[in-house]
C-alpha cells in the first residue's frame, strides 16, 4: 500500500467512527474518535509496555550479580561491560525494551499529523479540518487560537484547558520518574565510577514529560489530542506497572516510622 492510499484509508477510519459517534458528541464527535484511536494503539502497545516494566524489574534485580562482575573486572571495563551484556543475554533482558512501546506509536502520531495538515488527501478535499474540539478545529495550531481570539478566546480556553491537564499529568509523571529512577541501578563504567553524562541524564530525564507542553501547542490539534491522551495513558499505566518498584522506594521510609523525603 501506497503512503497516499493509507492516508486516505485513514482519514476514511477517522470520518467513519466520528460518524458512529455523532449522535452522541455532535460536532466534537471527529475529536473523540481520535481518542478512542489513541486508546485502541495503545491497548495494542501495552503487551510491550508490560514487557518492558518487566525488564526494567529485572535490571533491577541484577543489581547485586553486576557489582559482583564490577569487582571482578573493575581493572578490564571492555572485559566488564562484556560480561554485563552476556548477563542480560542469559537473563533475556533487553537494555532497549522500554523504548519500544514509543517506537511503535510513532507511525500513529505520523499520520495523524500528516492527515490533519493538508488540506488535501488523495486528491480530495479534506473533510476533517472541518470537525473541531469545542471551538477549536482540528487542523489549527495553538498560535492560530492565539490569533483568532486571543489567550482567553473561545479556541484559546481550549487549549488552556489541553495545558491543565498535561500539566498535571506532567506533575504526576515527574513524581513517578523519580522514584522509579531511585529504584533503578544507574549505568557505570568498569572502574565503578558512573558513567559520564549520566548524573545530567537522570536529572534531566523526568523533566521530559513537561515537553508534551511543547509539542501540544506546535502540532495540529488533533495530533495534539493524540499525545495528551497517550501520555495519560501512560502516566497511569506506569503507575500500574511499575507500582513494586514504587513501593520498594517508599516503603522503608513507612515501615519504619520515619518522615517520607518528598520528591520534588
Not at 151 to 176: C, I, K, Q, W
Not at 193 to 218: C, E, N, Y
Request: glycine residues 8%; hydrophobic residues 50%; aromatic residues 10%.
Amino acid at each position: 500500500m501506497s503512503l497516499s492510499s493509507l492516508f486516505v484509508a485513514f482519514s476514511s477510519l477517522v470520518g467513519h467512527l466520528a460518524d458512529l459517534l455523532e449522535p452522541v458528541f455532535n460536532a466534537s464527535a471527529a475529536a473523540v474518535a481520535i481518542i478512542v484511536f489513541t486508546a485502541l494503539v495503545r491497548l495494542l502497545v501495552h503487551p510491550l509496555s508490560r514487557a518492558s516494566a518487566r525488564g526494567a524489574k529485572a535490571r533491577t534485580k541484577l543489581a547485586p550479580r553486576i557489582a559482583e562482575l564490577r569487582k571482578k573486572h573493575g581493572k578490564n571495563p571492555e572485559k566488564f561491560q562484556k560480561a554485563v551484556m552476556e548477563l542480560h543475554r542469559e537473563e533475556k533482558v533487553s537494555p532497549l525494551s522500554g523504548c519500544l512501546p514509543s517506537l511503535f506509536q510513532l507511525p500513529a502520531f505520523f499520520l495523524l499529523y500528516h492527515v490533519f495538515s493538508n488540506s488535501r488527501i488523495g486528491g480530495e478535499p479534506n473533510e476533517l479540518l472541518g470537525h473541531k474540539l469545542g471551538a477549536a478545529p482540528l487542523g489549527n495550531r495553538w498560535f492560530d487560537a492565539l490569533s483568532d481570539g486571543g489567550l482567553f478566546g473561545p479556541a484559546g480556553l481550549v487549549y488552556l484547558a489541553l495545558f491543565a491537564l498535561v500539566t498535571a499529568v506532567a506533575t504526576f509523571s515527574y513524581r513517578r520518574t523519580k522514584l522509579q529512577m531511585a529504584a533503578a541501578p544507574l549505568p557505570v563504567a568498569g572502574d565503578g565510577q558512573q558513567m559520564p553524562g549520566m548524573g545530567a541524564m537522570t536529572r534531566f530525564m523526568p523533566l521530559m514529560s513537561f515537553m508534551t507542553l511543547f509539542t501540544v501547542a506546535v502540532v495540529p490539534l488533533a495530533a495534539a489530542l493524540y499525545v495528551v491522551t497517550s501520555t495519560a495513558w501512560s502516566a497511569v499505566e506506569r503507575a500500574v506497572l511499575y507500582r513494586d518498584m514504587y513501593r520498594d522506594v517508599e516503603g522503608p521510609a513507612v515501615t519504619s516510622g520515619a518522615p517520607r523525603t518528598s520528591v520534588r
